[in-house]
């Protein structure tokens, strides 16, 4: 039983906080310091300007997108958010939470014979919180799939 994490209180939200904290500095310290270069540059036009702030901002706006991903666990179920989606997965739904080594991030394997990544753990910078984390949610899971399987079989 020790090697079964504490069940935190819900709604817990898994995040890899290292890897976004870098992605939305890199993203705004990218935006400054181009928007700098081109209000500073006298040389350009009023256009060159305009395309140097654009550029700047779609930089900005793509590292703020690859800091989006997170994993939302609630009473009724998980959400998933990542680069480019959202899914909304109920716990009866979740049959395995896998991180391996080597996995770039943590995959639900569910009912419906799919498997979903969840880019919210991941392993990138902070290796350990996202083992602890990914034990946590396959915690919850099989507490809240049998939980749930009382409840109908009851």
């Known amino acids: 039983?020790?090697?079964?994490?504490?069940?935190?209180?819900?709604?817990?939200?898994?995040r890899p906080a290292r890897t976004r904290a870098v992605l939305v500095t890199a993203g705004i310290a990218i935006f400054a310091v181009i928007t700098a270069v081109a209000l500073l540059l006298d040389t350009l036009?009023?256009?060159e300007r305009v395309?140097?702030?654009f550029t700047g901002a779609l930089l900005c706006g793509i590292l703020l997108l690859l800091a989006r991903p997170k994993v939302v666990a609630d009473e009724s179920g998980v959400t998933v958010v990542n680069i480019a989606g959202r899914r909304r997965l109920?716990?009866?739904e979740i049959l395995q939470v896998?991180?391996?080594?080597g996995d770039p991030w943590v995959f639900l394997n569910?009912?419906?014979?799919?498997?979903l990544p969840a880019l919210g753990?991941?392993?990138g910078i902070a290796k350990q919180r996202?083992?602890?984390?990914?034990?946590t949610l396959r915690a919850l899971a099989e507490a809240r799939s049998t939980a749930g399987l009382e409840r109908h079989q009851g």
């Open 51 to 53: 395309s140097f702030v």
């Open 90 to 92: 109920d716990w009866a």
């Open 45 to 47: 036009t009023a256009g």
């Open 1 to 14: 039983m020790s090697d079964l994490p504490h069940l935190p209180a819900l709604p817990v939200t898994f």
């Open 130 to 135: 996202a083992i602890e984390d990914a034990r």
């Open 98 to 101: 896998n991180l391996r080594p």
């Open 121 to 123: 753990i991941q392993p």
């Open 110 to 115: 569910l009912s419906d014979g799919t498997s």
